[in-house]
Structure formats: structure tokens, C-alpha cells
């Protein structure tokens, strides 16, 4: 059996046991040692595992994604969303459904401490749907909403899905930090303009709020510490005060004082945001490992050099392409965790890209590339058949039916398809700010 066949092999007997619910991590370590013991050695195996995994997690830049899922972990436990919704609300809650879209600009806020999409939605489902339901907004709408305002936890810098991606290309944090920041802005923006779009349709999905809304300057002052810190850590990211990692570790220690200052944080609650740290980098963790393995196999396999070939042979556009691989990506992330299925991809669609003659140096090639398989993650979070963000807050709104919520997140769905293909025919949407911060 050839090297081409036996990856492909690996990939079905790979997603087999992802669907009989062994491990993502676990499945990728097995089927990559096995793999690459069938192409190589016993010896040379153990050679690898000797030294290869120790290198890896010794890597300084890896210490980003605790320290930046500490940072996230004590903002949820410090009662901060709370805050952010009741102070979008101030400002957007007298509007046509404006409620929705301060769920929108509350996510936005929060995703820039946080960097996780499952937290933001576990978190403002907890925090916005009860006071959404008590306007009697529509179900669809308000379970839909949070769903794809948990994306932007990924979507607005940092996140730890950029790290994974950089840390894996060999590419710079700071600057996929910066390419990400207008393309998640348009998102809030996008999805702001859907809300407006579909309540101006259909009213009944989002009766006017008639009750008096919390004083707009009370509700400021109770979230400017963290919008300050939020700007601090990411404003220093952006002028090269911080590198990523002693950002993360300033937001970390920041978000901890706010927290006892504003007498939010329990020593319970700094004990079970360590807790849900050491857990979530754990598995992170395992799946870097895992993915490690497995694209040694693949690199034996030779599969990506054989990919980025035929593709070449293939006649088709740059721009052709890349459509297709986005395309390849929504389907894939429709029924995959978004880690897995980017860990999974890039050892053979990274070649195949850079090889690609957009007319930009290989570099920004690199981070706009970045950006739209983060694009593409966000949707996969939220589209059906699985949308792992609709079963969070489907786990939260147990008196909402499923469908409901997927049938509350296809219009926006329908605008970040949209953002894709703008995305996709402007790079300079991505790169501006890496171009003018260079």
C-alpha cells in the first residue's frame, strides 16, 4: 500500500473512532503512532516520542493559551457578562430588538478577555436569556442569538483558536491579533444588522422593551475596569508592549484584581477558574499531541505534497480554490470540534495554499488564510446538523426545541456567508491593520 492510501486509510479509521467517542487527542495519537511505525520503525518511533513532545510543550508561545483561558475563566466567574449585557442594554435596549443586539455587543466585549466560543455562549446563556425571555422575545431568536454571539468569543481577539493556528503554521500571534480585529467587528456589525432586518419583518419576534432601562452612566461605570483591561491587553498586543504571552499573563492578573476590587471573586471562584484552566488546556493539550503524531504519519505518508500537486496540475484559480477548501471547511466543521478539524486539515491544505499565486507575499498569505479558516470555524460552531454552540445553549434553554434554535441561527448564518466571500475577494479586510501596525 502506498503512503497516499495508507493516510487516507488513517483519516476514515481516524474519524471511526472519533464517532465510536474515543478522544479526539486519543484517536489522532493512535492512529499517527501506528501509522508512522507501519512507514518507519519501532526505533524510530520512540525516537521521535523521546524528544518531539517535550520540545513541543516546552515551547514558551504554548504558555498563551492557559494563561489567556485563566484570564476568560475568572471574567466568567466574576459576574462580568452580567455587567456587559446591562450595559449594552442601557444603550440598545429602547431599539426594535434591541436586546438581541446587546447580547451581540455584550459578546463582543466579552470575547476580548475570554477567546473561548463555548464559554462566551455558556456564560450570556445564563446571563441574557432569562431577561430575554422576560421581554417575550421568540425562542428561535433568543437561543439563536447567544449561539452565534458565543462565536465572537473566537471571532474578536484573542483567540485560542488563532494561537492554535499560529503556534501550527509557524506564523506571528500579534499579527493574526491583528488581522482578526475587523473581520470579528464586521461580524457584530453583520449580525447587528440581521436582528434589525428580521424584527422590522417579523415585530412579533421581538416585542418593544416598555420598561425603564438601567441608567446608561451607572452601567458604564460598573464595566469600565474591564473594558480597560480588555484594551490594555490587546491595545499592548497591537503596539508591541506585550508579547502575546505577557499580555495574556498582565490580562490574567488584571481581571483577578477587578474581580477582588469589585468583590465579585470568591476564593471558590478563583479555585474553580484554575480548575476549568488546568482542565481545558489539558485537552487542548492532548490534542496538539495527538495532532503532533498524526501529521508526522501524514508528512511520512507524503499526502500533502501529493495534495498541493494535484492541485497545481489542476488547473483551477487561486481564487477557485480557496473557495472550494472554504467550502470543504463549512461541511467539515457542520459535524467536527473546530480544533480537531483545523489541526487535522492544515498539515495538507496549508501547502496547498501557500504554493497558491494570490499576488501577496507568503506571509500575509499565511495570516489571511488564518482569518478565514477562523471565519469558517465560526460558522461551523453554529451550523446544523451538530453547531456545537446551539447544543450548549440547547442544554441551558431546555424548554426551547432544537429546531427552534437552529431555525433562529440561519440568518446569520446567511450574513457570515456573506463576510466569508467579502473576506475572500478583499484580503485588505484582513491585512489592513497588519499592513499599517508593520
Same mark, same amino acid.
Given at each position: 500500500m502506498s503512503g497516499v492510501a495508507l493516510a487516507a486509510v488513517g483519516f476514515g479509521a481516524m474519524l471511526l473512532l472519533i464517532a465510536l467517542r474515543m478522544p479526539i487527542g486519543l484517536s489522532m495519537l493512535v492512529v499517527g503512532s501506528i501509522g508512522y511505525i507501519h512507514l518507519s520503525s519501532w526505533q524510530a518511533f520512540f525516537a521521535y516520542m523521546k524528544t518531539n513532545p517535550y520540545y513541543q510543550f516546552a515551547n514558551y508561545t504554548l504558555s498563551v493559551i492557559p494563561l489567556f483561558i485563566l484570564m476568560g475563566a475568572l471574567a466568567e466567574r466574576s459576574g462580568i457578562s452580567t455587567s456587559l449585557f446591562k450595559a449594552a442594554e442601557a444603550f440598545a435596549g429602547r431599539l426594535k430588538g434591541g436586546l438581541a443586539m446587546a447580547v451581540i455587543w455584550a459578546c463582543t466585549a466579552f470575547g476580548a478577555i475570554c477567546g473561548s466560543s463555548v464559554a462566551t455562549t455558556a456564560t450570556f446563556g445564563r446571563a441574557a436569556l432569562p431577561e430575554l425571555q422576560r421581554y417575550k422575545y421568540d425562542a428561535g431568536l433568543a437561543t439563536g442569538t447567544i449561539a452565534v454571539g458565543g462565536t465572537l468569543g473566537i471571532l474578536i481577539p484573542p483567540s485560542i483558536i488563532l494561537v492554535v493556528y499560529a503556534i501550527t503554521t509557524e506564523q506571528n500571534i500579534a499579527k493574526l491579533f491583528q488581522a482578526a480585529l475587523l473581520p470579528g467587528l464586521m461580524a457584530a456589525l453583520f449580525y447587528t444588522f440581521s436582528i434589525a432586518w428580521n424584527v422590522r419583518r417579523r415585530p412579533h419576534l421581538a416585542p418593544p422593551a416598555n420598561e425603564q432601562i438601567a441608567d446608561r452612566r451607572q452601567a458604564v461605570l460598573s464595566v469600565w475596569p474591564v473594558l480597560l483591561v480588555a484594551v490594555t491587553v490587546i491595545g499592548g498586543i497591537y503596539g508591541g508592549i506585550f508579547t502575546p504571552t505577557e499580555g495574556a499573563a498582565f490580562g490574567a492578573v488584571a481581571m483577578l484584581l477587578v474581580g477582588l476590587a469589585q468583590r465579585r471573586l470568591s476564593l471558590t471562584g478563583i479555585v474553580e477558574? *484554575?480548575?476549568?484552566?488546568?482542565?481545558?488546556?489539558?485537552?487542548?493539550? *492532548? *490534542?496538539?499531541?495527538?495532532?503532533?503524531?498524526?501529521?508526522?504519519?501524514?508528512?511520512?505518508?507524503?499526502?500533502?505534497e501529493a495534495a498541493a500537486e494535484l492541485v497545481g496540475h489542476s488547473g483551477l484559480p487561486p481564487y477557485a480554490i480557496m473557495i472550494s477548501l472554504m467550502l470543504f471547511y463549512i461541511l467539515l466543521g457542520a459535524v467536527m470540534d473546530e480544533l480537531a478539524m483545523i489541526l487535522l486539515t492544515l498539515p495538507v491544505f496549508f501547502p496547498i495554499v501557500q504554493a497558491l499565486d494570490f499576488g501577496l507575499p507568503a506571509e500575509e498569505v499565511a495570516i489571511w488564510f488564518g482569518i478565514l479558516v477562523l471565519i469558517v470555524v465560526g460558522i461551523g460552531l453554529t451550523a446544523?446538523? *451538530?453547531?456545537?454552540?446551539?447544543?450548549v445553549i440547547s442544554s441551558i434553554a431546555k424548554t426551547v426545541p432544537i429546531t427552534s434554535t437552529y431555525r433562529g441561527v440561519l440568518p446569520f448564518i446567511f450574513v457570515d456567508v456573506i463576510r466569508l466571500g467579502l473576506v475572500i475577494a478583499f484580503p485588505g479586510l484582513a491585512l489592513w491593520l497588519v499592513r499599517l501596525l508593520s
Open positions: 477558574s *484554575i480548575k476549568q484552566t488546568a482542565e481545558t488546556s489539558a485537552m487542548i493539550f *492532548i *490534542i496538539l499531541l495527538g495532532s503532533e503524531v498524526f501529521d508526522a504519519f501524514l508528512a511520512l505518508s507524503r499526502l500533502p446544523p446538523p *451538530i453547531g456545537l454552540n446551539v447544543f
